[in-house]
């Protein structure tokens, strides 16, 4: 009698460890997923505001081209993977609205070209 209860407590801590560990896979997992996700969109952020800091000092629109999902300024690449681009220019104020990676960042940005 005494055996089996026991073995029984063995099957039964073995059961409750693999379903924590499960869990604690599970919950592991779903946290390097959305690390992912976080690094990706940030990294695409930095690069969309590094390129809007470019224009800005440069100040010449006019030199920028889109060709084949990619943005050029004055022949040389500025950004890749572009599914929108819209550049209009009201005065001295020119709005561009800018998305990457299929329209999963996306950014408006607002040039005074003086």
Known sequence: MRKSVVLVEVIFSIVLFSI????????????????????????????????????????????????????????????????TFKISTSGSLSVIDICIYEDKICQVWKINTL
């Open 20 to 83: 924590i560990i499960i869990g604690s896979m599970k919950m592991i997992f779903s946290l390097y997923e959305k690390n992912n996700i976080k690094t990706f969109q940030t990294h695409n952020n930095i690069k969309l505001e590094a390129t809007r800091l470019f224009l800005i000092i440069n100040n010449n629109l006019s030199l920028l081209k889109l060709e084949d999902e990619n943005l050029f300024y004055d022949e040389s690449l500025l950004l890749n993977n572009i599914s």
